[in-house]
């Protein structure tokens, strides 16, 4: 079956430090893919898409299809980066239209 | 623009009654979709919608009706309330040329408690 898999559910990093948060997904064609993101007590956002290969808010994901990964990767944490991440590729099932297939989300958090 | 507005934002029912969360858009997005967020479980899609008059199911539609009558709105039945519906549900709506939905904007959510 095809799935998203977010191994981390919770990610903790200091301020500062690197961060990735990871997502793999299982497809056999060339899915489009997608970051979302919900800050605390806000509506779920657009992070970034791998095709358009742009960096928001310091943020960057790099489609890799021999590992069939798409991690969200920011080199320098900050707190307001504390929110729930969420890898969304776009699949299809059945031959037809889906929408998109979330992951289970990855908590990151940013301490001081 | 409004964009994808939800309501209520709160709800509590007792188990076997019925209720409609409201979903409205304001872009002339063709593609409209409902998931329900769950703990450890991320978002998961219930219905989802290519254009008015037309539905399909997600992952976890049981339990759950949907109707297109316009472009705008897109209303998600609970038919007979359960425990286990009890969740955070959330609307989205998205352009979509190909029938496949592009960047996915979110209402702000209605929390459902199922007693």
């Known amino acids: 079956a095809q799935r998203v898999t977010q191994p981390e559910k919770l990610l903790s990093v200091f301020k500062g430090a690197p961060v990735e948060l990871k997502c793999n997904y299982s497809?056999?064609?060339?899915?489009?893919l997608f970051w979302y993101v919900q800050y605390s007590r806000q509506r779920l956002q657009l992070l970034l898409r791998?095709?358009s290969r742009e960096s928001i808010k310091g943020f960057t994901a790099d489609l890799n299809k021999g590992e069939t990964s798409f991690h969200l990767k920011k080199p320098f944490a900050q707190e307001e980066d504390s929110a729930m991440y969420y890898c969304?590729?776009?699949?299809?099932?059945?031959?037809?239209?889906?929408?998109?297939?979330f992951g289970k989300g990855t908590h990151l958090i940013i301490q001081p | 623009n409004a964009g994808v507005t939800q309501t209520p934002k709160f709800q509590v029912l007792k188990t076997g009654q019925s209720m409609t969360l409201q979903c409205a858009q304001d872009m002339n997005h063709e593609y409209m979709s409902w998931y329900r967020q769950d703990p450890g479980m991320g978002l998961r899609l219930i219905h989802y919608s290519v254009g008015a008059g037309i539905t399909d199911q997600g992952e976890v539609p049981n339990g759950y009706n949907v109707s297109r009558s316009t472009t705008e709105d897109f209303p998600l039945r609970l038919l007979s309330a359960a425990p286990s519906q009890t969740s955070v549900y959330f609307c989205?709506?998205?352009?979509?040329?190909?029938?496949?939905?592009?960047?996915?904007?979110f209402g702000p959510g209605t929390r459902l408690t199922v007693t």
């Open positions: 989205a709506s998205s352009y979509s040329s190909t029938g496949f939905p592009d960047e996915q904007y």
């Open positions: 969304a590729p776009r699949l299809l099932r059945g031959g037809g239209a889906d929408g998109l297939t």
């Open positions: 497809y056999s064609g060339s899915p489009e």
């Open positions: 791998h095709i």
